[in-house]
């Protein structure tokens, strides 16, 4: 019972890809219809039969009907109700006119029914399935291997189910460690990219820094320049002025 619904998308969706080989084309493609027939309530439905396709959730139109999928489960079946009516049907009209899904599902059902032993006749489908299952049935040795095969069919189910859960552990906790991988490796980025950008602002600092460096040497010698030159004037004017005085001097004798 347990994913009842994904696990017959599942199977419906195997069963609608692997019928195209490769290099097919997708029109290849042909209708695939799932019919699951559960011996438990499991859906929100009053009807014991309910069937599903592609549809617009906005205005109800319907996509394709390329794949579909049907769940019928027994205990909503009213077998003494249903019985009755497909008796009445077969009586008033013909076999044509009988609803076969309802016929198989009764059968399905409970094959000794009396309805059934009363329409058995008239349906060759559901005789034959009949007289396979009396078959089965009176022969021991069949009667086993058909338990054998229905066990093995359970345990087959059983091991597959838990093969599905081991493998979403599995998957779950691979993908949980690439998360985290992931995220470790998003948090060493992180560090060298916010190690790069200090060091560009430190590079930057620095630049900064000579390039002060630089403007102070310049206007240090610039300033030294300006002070020589004031120097070589003032010692010029020295000059001049001693000469004058000794010109000075000399003319007074």
Same mark, same amino acid.
């Given at each position: 019972?347990?994913?009842?619904?994904?696990?017959?998308?599942?199977?419906?969706?195997?069963?609608?890809?692997?019928?195209?080989?490769?290099?097919?084309?997708?029109?290849?493609?042909?209708?695939?219809?799932?019919?699951?027939?559960?011996?438990?309530?499991?859906?929100?439905?009053? $009807?014991?039969? $309910?069937?599903?396709?592609?549809?617009?959730? /906005?205005?109800?139109?319907?996509?394709?009907?390329?794949?579909?999928?049907?769940?019928?489960?027994?205990? /909503?079946?009213?077998?003494?109700?249903?019985? *009755?009516?497909?008796? /009445?049907?077969?009586?008033?009209?013909? *076999? $044509?006119?009988?609803?076969?899904?309802?016929?198989?599902?009764?059968?399905?059902?409970?094959?000794?029914?009396?309805?059934?032993?009363?329409?058995?006749?008239?349906?060759?489908?559901?005789?034959?399935?009949?007289?396979?299952?009396?078959?089965?049935?009176?022969?021991?040795?069949?009667?086993?291997?058909?338990?054998?095969?229905?066990?093995?069919?359970?345990?087959?189910?059983?091991?597959?189910?838990?093969?599905?859960?081991?493998?979403?552990?599995?998957?779950?906790?691979?993908?949980?460690?690439?998360?985290? *991988?992931?995220?470790?490796?998003?948090?060493?980025?992180?560090?060298?990219?916010?190690?790069?950008?200090?060091?560009?602002?430190?590079?930057?600092?620095?630049?900064?820094?000579?390039?002060?460096?630089?403007?102070?040497?310049?206007?240090?010698?610039?300033?030294?320049?300006?002070?020589?030159?004031?120097?070589?004037?003032?010692? /010029?004017?020295?000059?001049?002025?001693?000469?004058?005085?000794?010109?000075?001097?000399?003319?007074?004798?």
């Amino acid at each position: 019972e347990k994913n009842m619904i994904k696990r017959s998308l599942y199977y419906l969706s195997r069963m609608y890809t692997n019928q195209l080989s490769e290099g097919e084309n997708y029109r290849e493609l042909p209708r695939t219809v799932a019919i699951n027939i559960l011996r438990f309530n499991y859906l929100k439905e009053k $009807n014991f039969h $309910n069937a599903y396709r592609f549809k617009n959730i /906005k205005n109800d139109n319907e996509l394709t009907d390329i794949m579909e999928i049907h769940f019928i489960e027994l205990p /909503k079946f009213n077998e003494n109700k249903e019985g *009755k009516e497909l008796v /009445k049907s077969l009586k008033e009209y013909d *076999k $044509n006119n009988i609803d076969m899904l309802k016929a198989w599902t009764l059968f399905l059902k409970k094959p000794t029914n009396e309805y059934i032993l009363e329409i058995e006749d008239n349906i060759n489908e559901l005789k034959e399935a009949k007289k396979e299952l009396t078959i089965i049935s009176a022969d021991e040795k069949n009667r086993e291997l058909y338990e054998m095969r229905r066990a093995s069919l359970h345990d087959r189910v059983s091991a597959l189910e838990s093969a599905e859960e081991f493998g979403y552990k599995k998957a779950q906790e691979k993908y949980q460690k690439e998360i985290l *991988k992931e995220q470790k490796e998003k948090e060493r980025a992180l560090k060298r990219e916010k190690k790069a950008q200090k060091e560009k602002e430190k590079a930057q600092r620095e630049k900064e820094k000579a390039q002060k460096e630089r403007k102070k040497l310049k206007k240090r010698k610039k300033r030294l320049k300006e002070r020589k030159k004031r120097l070589k004037e003032r010692k /010029k004017r020295l000059k001049e002025r001693k000469r004058r005085q000794k010109e000075e001097l000399l003319a007074l004798f």
